[in-house]
């Protein structure tokens, strides 16, 4: 698949495409049955699989599941996703815990060459680059990513990457878009800034010379102030509890509930970071927590720049996957070559001077800045990152030897599991598998760990089996696993199907064995996922 690209794109190309996408499928519930059975085979005892087979013998053909089918059924005639919304809702909105742990992830740029640029010229060009992105997909001026340069792709959460927050709520959250938004909001020593960066009723952009002003204005007004109150802090709080201090907020008006406005309603949010991570293990750990109280994690897109130029982001989950991200990041470091000669440009004055936003801290919001800051510590604590460069052994390398990457990686997930874990057997691994093929597609989960790559993996701990055997056992579960994954991308997997069937029989009272079995109990103990990054060297 390709990066995005103005080549073969005009006005309304990519809704051109966007509206011939055809709808998420919905398999029968025997398809979703036996693909379900066969996923959970190797990881139950004898009781556990006659447990599910008796289930599933049991809802087939019922009344009940004739039911909750045609409800869904409906569902799919009357939406453009039958899945989106319930996603939406039920993997993310009522998830109370922090985002850090939820819905938070971070890209980053860890080998691109370094450009000998300093901290406020690498986020004025990256910025710029992020709003000349915004400002074609807007205008639909973006060709779609093409399966082998044929098959388009939805591209809608690429539009989900600006002007959206999450805000939280109590039991549920909510989603709210902007998109008349004209300014970003800059984040510096806890200090906010507001800098408008569109303009003639939205015709043009500010300019890189211009916002290289504007950032350096805010710059030497915030480091010539005391730390800023750590707001950005309560982001990471649980969502409950987040809602309450941010309703305080509202409640106290003034500058507190314009701010909180300004900031929520941003383009998006960047920050000029002092830390200088090297290497790729702290700099991605760094790109996800940072301090705890330098992360807005409710807007779609965190940009972070750090005082050693590298760069890296953080997108909200809700309404956006990796794949999106690192297309957008992709797409952000190609104009960044493009236009390197940009940064020899002096700054300008901006149309419009930067706007500090001001929080008065009251006693109450004092203590819940004080808890979760506390609380900030403690998550980062409990946050572990590791990143390698595995050099030579790409996916090139794996290609050359006939065998998909995406597979050989699985393998090695099981295989690594299975050596830690000897005793355990393998475990439910869930690998995101993309159906961008649909409109509005999103994911389905791709169950990665079958009885081919339980084969594989006892092969490989068996110090008498051959090495030719193994070879032919690694084979036969890559060739499973791709078959899978096809049929995932395909919208014939069965996790979101059944996820479907599972909310319409909460919502219908109905009872069904099958959602009781120890089978469907089955905890993801590995949640993995690979997403191809092409634009990573000079």
């Known amino acids: 698949m390709r990066a995005l690209s103005p080549n073969q794109t005009g006005p ?9 996408l055809p709808r998420l499928p919905l398999p029968s519930i025997e398809e979703t049955l ?7 085979d190797p990881l139950l005892d004898a009781t556990g699989r006659a447990e ?3 289930a599933a013998d049991q809802f087939r053909g019922s ?7 045609d409800r869904l059924e409906t569902r799919r005639a009357r939406h453009e996703n039958w899945l989106a919304e319930y996603w939406e809702h039920y993997a993310y909105l009522i998830d109370r815990r922090s985002l850090l742990y939820s819905t938070g992830y971070t ?12 901290q406020l010229q690498q986020a004025a060009m990256t910025t710029v680059a992020l709003l000349d992105i915004r400002r074609r997909l807007a205008a639909g001026q973006v060709a779609p990513q093409r399966i082998q340069g044929v098959v388009p792709l939805c591209m809608k959460q690429l539009r989900n990457c600006y002007s959206i927050v999450r805000l939280p709520g109590i039991d549920v959250d ?6 008349d938004q004209r300014a970003i909001v800059v984040l510096v020593n806890g200090h906010f800034f507001e800098v408008e960066v569109i303009f003639d009723e939205g015709r043009r952009d500010i300019s890189y010379p211009q916002l290289l ?23 990471l709080e649980q969502r409950d509890v987040w809602s309450r201090a941010r309703a305080g907020l509202i409640r106290d008006g003034g500058v507190n509930a314009d701010s909180l406005d300004r900031i929520e309603r941003a383009l998006l949010v960047v920050i000029l970071d002092d830390a200088e991570p090297e290497g790729l293990t702290e700099l991605g750990r760094t790109s996800l927590c940072g301090t705890g ?16 130029e590298r760069t890296g982001g953080i997108m909200e989950h809700s309404r956006g996957d990796g794949e999106a991200m690192m297309l957008l990041w992709e797409e952000r470091l190609l104009y960044e070559r493009r236009f390197a000669s940009a940064f020899d440009q002096k700054p300008t004055p901006p149309p419009s001077p930067p706007r500090r936003l001001v929080f008065e801290v009251t006693p109450t919001l004092d203590r819940a800045i004080s808890a979760a800051v506390a609380n900030a510590r403690t998550l980062i604590d409990d946050v572990d990152v590791y990143a390698d460069d595995l050099g030579a052994a790409g996916a090139a390398a794996i290609k050359a030897a006939r065998c998909s990457p995406d597979a050989f990686i699985q393998l090695a997930l099981q295989l690594a599991y299975g050596r830690l874990h000897p005793d355990r057997g393998p475990c439910l691994t869930y690998e995101t598998a993309t159906t961008r093929l649909f409109a509005a597609g999103r994911t389905e989960c791709l169950r990665s760990a079958t009885a081919q790559s339980r084969a594989f993996v006892l092969a490989m701990m068996d110090p008498t089996c051959t090495r030719a055997r193994r070879a032919r056992l690694l084979r036969a579960a890559a060739s499973a696993h791709r078959a899978n994954r096809l049929r995932a991308m395909r919208g014939r997997g069965c996790d979101r199907h059944l996820l479907g069937l599972f909310i319409e029989a909460l919502r219908e009272g109905k009872d069904v064995a099958l959602f009781g079995t120890d089978a469907w109990s089955l905890p993801f103990e590995l949640a993995t996922s690979q997403s191809p990054v092409r634009q990573t060297a000079a």
């Not at 309304?12 to 011939?20: I, K, S, T």
């Not at 036996?34 to 959970?40: G, K, L, Y």
Request: hydrophobic share 45%; glycine share 4%; net charge negative.
């Open 63 to 69: 009344d009940t599941a004739a039911y909750l089918q």
């Open 12 to 20: 309304g190309a990519l809704d051109r495409f966007e509206q011939v």
């Open 213 to 235: 002003a504007a950032l350096e204005e805010i710059q030497q007004v915030a480091t010539a102030l005391p730390p800023g109150p750590p707001i950005p802090a309560l982001t």
């Open 107 to 118: 890209v980053d740029s860890p080998t691109m060459a370094r450009l000998g640029v300093s």
């Open 52 to 54: 599910v087979r008796t």
């Open 34 to 40: 036996q693909t379900f059975i066969a996923s959970v």
């Open 174 to 179: 909510t989603i709210e878009r902007f998109d």
């Open 293 to 308: 109280a330098n992360r807005w994690l409710d807007k779609s897109m965190n940009l972070v720049v750090f005082a050693n």
